[in-house]
């Protein structure tokens, strides 16, 4: 829609999309608990090897990639950025959805968005640096104020103000929904004629890096001799990035190459569409085991 009427998405900005990230993470905060953060010392391998996936697995194919397709510079490096984010809020329902472990879906997550204000934009400069200039202190003061302040009073309001709380949460998975369709809708018409000229490479680009993603996590989760629940649960994890704040980390950092912020805005459908495949095939394999 926003390639065919980008006018109905051209009045959003930079700005409202680091709002609309803020809001995100803030109703990601509501639905965590200090018991969440807990399971990260109750579940120490599945989840040590899950995150150290997530950041050293994701990172390396997001560069890879983008040598050895030659990608554009615009399109490489929001491809990199967006594989050093952490683990994307939409895959605890997908590991719902796909009878995987819940548990450790929302540690992982949990566990990697901390980590994220140190390793992404330490990631982001060690794999984008050769190409552009990075300031890493200024992502990490932005990944803290679009990501943890927001998630951090979220989790509190859930913790001290449960009934309020218990309300917006209802609402809040409707709003994340617009918000991210604005994100994505933005971005894509802003640069429409560009994706026109690219959309080959944009596709399967970011097709292989989530590909390699899902499928690597769970091979590489097997080979660590984790039970299944784990690992799809790891797979979903590595597979699904924070698509978004790549995004807003892009329009802010990288505002100089135009195209900076276009794989971020594919990844978000991308992997959705991907983890929703595989957790009706996981879902319906389950089902039929047990039947």
Same mark, same amino acid.
């Given at each position: ?5 980008p006018d ?18 803030? &109703? ?18 599945? *989840? ?12 390396? *194919? &997001? ?13 490489? %490096? ?6 050093? !984010? ?7 329902? %997908? ?11 929302? &540690? ?8 994220? #204000? ?36 979220? #989790? *509190? ?19 994340? #929904? ?5 994100? %994505? ?19 399967? +680009? ?16 097997? *080979? ?6 784990? !690992?799809?649960t790891v ?7 924070? +698509? ?27 992997? !959705? ?19």
């Amino acid at each position: 829609m926003a390639i065919v009427w980008p006018d109905a998405f051209s009045w959003y900005s930079t700005t409202l999309i680091q709002i609309g990230l803020g809001l995100i993470m803030l &109703g990601m905060g509501l639905t965590l608990t200090f018991k969440d953060f807990q399971r990260v010392f109750l579940l120490p391998s599945a *989840l040590l090897g899950g995150v150290t996936l997530q950041f050293v697995l994701m990172p390396f *194919l &997001g560069w890879g990639i983008g040598y050895f397709m030659n990608l554009p510079r615009d399109i490489a %490096v929001g491809l990199i950025l967006v594989s050093c !984010c952490p683990g994307g809020t939409a895959s605890n329902v %997908v590991a719902f959805l796909a009878r995987a472990n819940v548990a450790l879906s929302v &540690g992982m997550t949990a566990a990697s968005t901390m980590i994220a #204000v140190l390793l992404t934009p330490f990631l982001t400069k060690f794999y984008v640096g050769e190409r552009v200039p990075v300031d890493a202190f200024a992502l990490l003061q932005d990944i803290l104020i679009i990501v943890i302040l927001p998630v951090t009073a979220g #989790v *509190l309001l859930n913790h001290f103000f449960y009934k309020a709380a218990k309300k917006l949460i209802v609402i809040s998975p409707f709003v994340s #929904v617009v918000f991210i369709i604005l994100i %994505v809708g933005y971005i894509l018409s802003q640069n429409r004629e560009s994706i026109i000229d690219n959309w080959r490479i944009l596709v399967v +680009s970011v097709l292989t890096l989530h590909i390699g993603g899902f499928s690597l996590g769970y091979l590489f989760a097997k *080979l660590f001799k984790f039970n299944e629940e784990s !690992c799809r649960t790891v797979s979903i994890e590595v597979g699904m990035q924070n +698509s978004g704040l790549g995004a807003a980390l892009a329009s802010k950092h990288f505002s100089i190459l135009s195209l900076a912020t276009v794989p971020c805005a594919v990844s978000a459908v991308t992997h !959705c569409i991907i983890g929703s495949i595989l957790a009706v095939f996981w879902r319906h394999r389950v089902a039929k085991k047990r039947s």
